[in-house]
């Protein structure tokens, strides 16, 4: 699952990435590594659905500067852990490193990411997605992708 999702972002297949998720989950990028208090903290993302389907309509469009052209990107997801399990929720941890080519240069991210993964009627589901970036203090630039 987390394979597909990387697979959809990097093929800019975001309107089935959108249908990924549960309607009452939230994208994060926090700015603070340890913190878990996102809704009244710094966060360079803490999207809900509408603010995804939002970010993805920009995107998609070129409405944002940072978005004309579109990166392109190639993610790998790596040692991906299994935290907990509770009812219907599993969360997952994994390591995830983005490479970014815009006009010729390339930029690397990596970072940490939860997902809180629903298992619903339809299959799995994801519910929150919280990315935290080793270099977050100096990450308040353009970002033409969801990570």
Known sequence: FLW???DLLDA???DKWLQLWTGSGHYVIPVDKQ???FANTLNIAYDNALMRDMRVKRLQ???SISAAPPAESVRTVSRIVIDSVEGSLITVR???HVMEDKFGRQRSFAMNVTWK???TEEGLKIHDKIIRLLNSDGMLTSISYLF
Do not use: I, R, V
């Open 12 to 14: 800019k297949e975001y």
């Open 4 to 6: 597909m999702e990387a």
């Open 94 to 96: 994994a390591a995830q």
């Open 35 to 37: 913190g878990d208090d």
């Open 61 to 63: 469009g070129g409405f």
């Open 117 to 119: 993964l629903e298992q």
